[in-house]
């Protein structure tokens, strides 16, 4: 069974820092491109940053350029979402995901991601 935990949430002050991560079981996990999402209250779920296969390419939504940092070790079968410079609009849900195929690679879309965690709370007080 293919499944993805979160953790690293919490509470933090505006420009602070945090690091989420994601620990994947369940499928050879260098196969598959990973992604991070977010969904904040009475909000659609919004693509924020995602890492191809190998980490060679990382991709980010344009509000979080330069603040957040996507990597991955395979190694580990965990991908993380470093933050940095935390604004209160970034408090929202954070959720990683897995490509549902191998050949999904770069993209924003929530519907080429098949497998999903539980989500991990990040709220940024002003």
């Known amino acids: 069974q293919v499944q993805l935990v979160e953790s690293g949430g919490g509470l933090v002050q505006a420009g602070g820092s945090l690091r989420l991560s994601c620990a994947a079981s369940g499928r050879t996990f260098s196969n598959y491109a990973m992604a991070w999402f977010r969904q904040a209250p009475g909000k659609e779920r919004e693509f924020v940053a995602g890492?191809?296969?190998?980490?060679?390419?990382?991709y980010y939504v344009d509000s979080v350029k330069g603040r957040f940092t996507i990597s991955r070790d395979n190694a580990k079968n965990t991908v993380y979402l470093q933050m940095a410079s935390l604004k209160p609009e970034d408090t929202a849900a954070y959720y990683c995901?897995?490509?549902?195929?191998?050949?999904?690679?770069?993209?924003?879309?929530?519907?080429?991601?098949?497998?999903w965690g539980q989500g991990t709370q990040v709220t940024v007080s002003s």
């Open positions: 995901a897995q490509a549902g195929n191998s050949y999904t690679s770069g993209s924003v879309s929530d519907v080429d991601y098949t497998t």
């Open positions: 890492i191809s296969r190998y980490g060679f390419n990382k």
